[in-house]
């Protein structure tokens, strides 16, 4: 589990495929620290498994199922991705509960800068998420916690704040740019829940 709330932003050093579908390496300074062989991270919203460390970073393997719903296959030298180690007992739950199993991917379809850094972000709503989606909600892109601050049929908005666009690859997108979503994990309960009953 993790909350969104990104370690650091790390760079992909190496992507090639293997075996079961494609290996990347990436270097990091600050969560590869708190990384061993078969730790649980968050690449970019995607829970991977350590596979390898060195001190200058960790290697993750994606098999078809992370191919096909996520961003991450689209990797290459150089592509930045956010990073966040697994929540432990004692952490601090700043955003929410991250489960690092990405639902979607979704386009931004606008940015409006709004000054000092601070943005308005649009992005495509994938119709079949559109339900667990609610204004002042929460939502994960590319492994960030953000909250819901506006949401129409097909879209929904977050408003950016200058913080959060220096600390992850969010302030770096451009309409047109693909993300990772992860919509509340309790809202699927909830609605599995009413179902059943």
């Known amino acids: 589990m993790f909350t969104g709330i990104v370690g650091e932003i790390g760079t992909v050093r190496h992507a090639g495929p293997n075996a079961s579908g494609l290996r990347l390496e990436i270097a990091s300074s600050a969560v590869a620290q708190d990384l061993g062989i078969d730790a649980s991270v968050n690449v970019a919203g995607a829970c991977l498994t350590v596979v390898e460390r060195d001190t200058h970073g960790f290697t993750v393997d994606l ?11 689209r990797a290459i030298r150089g592509t930045r991705v956010n990073l ?16 690092g199993h990405i639902d979607a991917t979704a386009k931004l379809v ?31 892109v590319d492994g960030v916690s953000l909250t819901i601050a506006g949401l129409g049929k097909t879209f929904f908005e977050i408003a950016l704040i200058p913080h959060t666009a220096e600390r992850t690859t969010l302030g770096a997108l451009v309409p047109g740019d693909l993300v990772n979503l992860e919509t509340d994990v309790l809202a699927k309960y909830v609605e599995r829940l009413v179902k059943r009953a």
Do not use: C, N, W
């Open 110 to 140: 606008a940015r409006r800068d709004e000054g000092g850094g601070a943005a308005r972000l649009r992005f495509a709503l994938p119709s079949g998420l559109a339900r667990y989606v609610v204004m002042k909600g929460f939502i994960t």
């Open 63 to 73: 098999v078809a199922e992370t191919l096909a719903r996520t961003t991450l296959g």
């Open 84 to 99: 966040e180690s697994a929540a432990t007992p004692t952490t601090a739950l700043g955003g929410h509960f991250v489960q």
